[in-house]
């Protein structure tokens, strides 16, 4: 079955602790992305991939960081998270930016 | 830069009612891609549509249709006869040719009631 994986689902932590969000997909996608969801601003694009070791910074790329070594994982780590990163958290991929991006289930981030 | 503005925040109708959920975008470029997506209660994000710029023709899809109006910029969505399970976040979203991010909008949450 065609998805977009994302682990953990769901994750409580505190501040400063630093985690990693893994992110795969099985459906050989050149670009993948970061997105966090927040109440009434939409989804904002955090970071993304247009390939294998080329990542670019999106909206909102401050306190992320994310690593692009195989085509089908796209992790986004936090190395010093704070409160304000408590978010809802969606990876997708597609084929490219003009391609219809398929979506994570998502991860629900809380930072105490 | 580009931009997508739903300015329905919430929406709630009676099962049966249509409704519109509307969509503004803004854009330089001359060739761009509009899509939308649903958010059910669960929280996944689903795609409904994919659209080009150059494709002005509206689309229907079961009980759903798509009406793009390149002269006003907007790309809104119809449910003809709303059921419960519509019920959810709806995200109008922008990728332009030239640009390698998807935008989106902030949302509309429709709520239909039984």
């Known amino acids: 079955e065609a998805q977009v994986t994302q682990n953990p689902r769901y994750l409580i932590t505190v501040t400063g602790k630093k985690l990693t969000v893994t992110c795969s997909q099985n459906?050989?996608?050149?670009?993948m992305s970061w997105y966090r969801q927040d109440p009434g601003l939409g989804l904002r694009q955090i970071y993304y991939s247009m390939n294998v070791e080329v990542t670019d910074k999106g909206d909102v790329p401050e306190g992320y960081k994310v690593s692009r070594k195989e085509k089908r994982n796209f992790p986004l780590i936090l190395e010093s998270p704070s409160p304000n990163q408590t978010s809802l958290y969606f990876c997708?991929?597609?084929?490219?930016?003009?391609?219809?991006?398929?979506f994570g289930p998502g991860t629900r981030l809380t930072v105490l | 830069a580009q931009k997508v503005t739903q300015a329905q925040t919430e929406i709630s109708v009676v099962e049966k009612e249509d409704v519109t959920l509307d969509c503004v975008y803004e854009t330089r470029d001359t060739t761009y891609y509009l899509f939308w997506y649903k958010q059910p209660p669960s929280g996944e994000l689903v795609f409904l549509i994919r659209r080009n710029s150059f494709d002005e023709q509206n689309e229907i899809s079961g009980r759903y249709s798509w009406n793009f109006q390149k002269s006003t910029s907007s790309f809104n969505f119809t449910i003809t006869a709303s059921q419960v399970v519509d019920s959810a976040v709806y995200f109008c979203?922008?990728?332009?040719?030239?640009?390698?991010?998807?935008?989106f909008g902030g949302g509309t949450r429709l709520m239909v009631k039984p």
């Open positions: 997708a991929s597609s084929f490219g930016t003009r391609d219809t991006q398929y």
């Open positions: 459906m050989n996608h050149e670009y």
């Open positions: 979203a922008l990728s332009e040719n030239a640009g390698n991010m998807l935008t």
